[in-house]
């Protein structure tokens, strides 16, 4: 499939239209960016590691009933995707509080949810992504109340299948942001899972092996990504 005309270019990945207008390649760039693209890094060999990861991660919950976007991995960048009529809004679950419901609620980092919490926010870099709820979505009409719910039992369905991988190599899934879109009529996930989007921390040592080593100059972010990706068992095409 051929990658042709730039459709739009993302913060970390480019997205291409095909010969066919359902189709359409995701390009995953080595551009790193945190605060809502205020700063943003050049880090070498992350466009591959993402694609490779979201690859393996996207079939997996394929396997597991959740319907995506995602159909074959073309290049150690480039994957083959649904073209997804986007919905504007971001899906965070969270296992346990860290990043900014710390920061909004004043709660301890690593406290505990029973269940897990659902959030929303605006995709809006301009606003900074602000917290939404699912009335907003009704009412400014991003989603149906039936869409919504879709939403919703799909993040929620996706955190028990990913939680359940993490922990068996000794991770913790902390949090983590899906988007969805519309495909024929139906609703199915889209965008990426990869570090750059979750929040992961070894469940021994507590270290954070995520977007946050970057977020935080904390140094080693690929290394972490990398180590990841090898407890799950993924070889890197490089
Ligand atoms: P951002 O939009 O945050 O800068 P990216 O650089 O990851 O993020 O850009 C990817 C863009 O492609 C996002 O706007 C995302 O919503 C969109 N996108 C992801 N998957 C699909 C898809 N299957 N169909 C259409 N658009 C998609
Ligand atoms: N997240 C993301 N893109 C965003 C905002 C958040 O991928 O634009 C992810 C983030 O990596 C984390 C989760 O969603 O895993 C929750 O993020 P949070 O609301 O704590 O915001 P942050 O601390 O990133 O500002």
Redesign the pocket.
Known sequence: MNASELLYQGKAKSAYLTDDPDLLVLKFRDDTS???GEIIEHLSQKGAINNQFNAFIMTLLTKAGIQTHFLERLSSTDSLVKRLDMIPV?C?V?NKA???????LGIEEGYDFKPPLF?L?L?N?TLH?P?ISEHHVAAFGWASREEMSQMRDLSLQSNTVLRRIFDEVNLEL????LEFGRFNGEIVLGDEFSP????LWDKTTGKKM???RF?EKLGGVLEAYCEVAERLGIVFDR
């Open positions: 945190a605060f809502d971001e965070v969270r860290a990043g900014s419901l710390v920061r909004r959030e926010f995709k870099d992504d917290m902390v949090d983590f942001k750059d989007g979750c929040r995520d977007k946050d977020r």
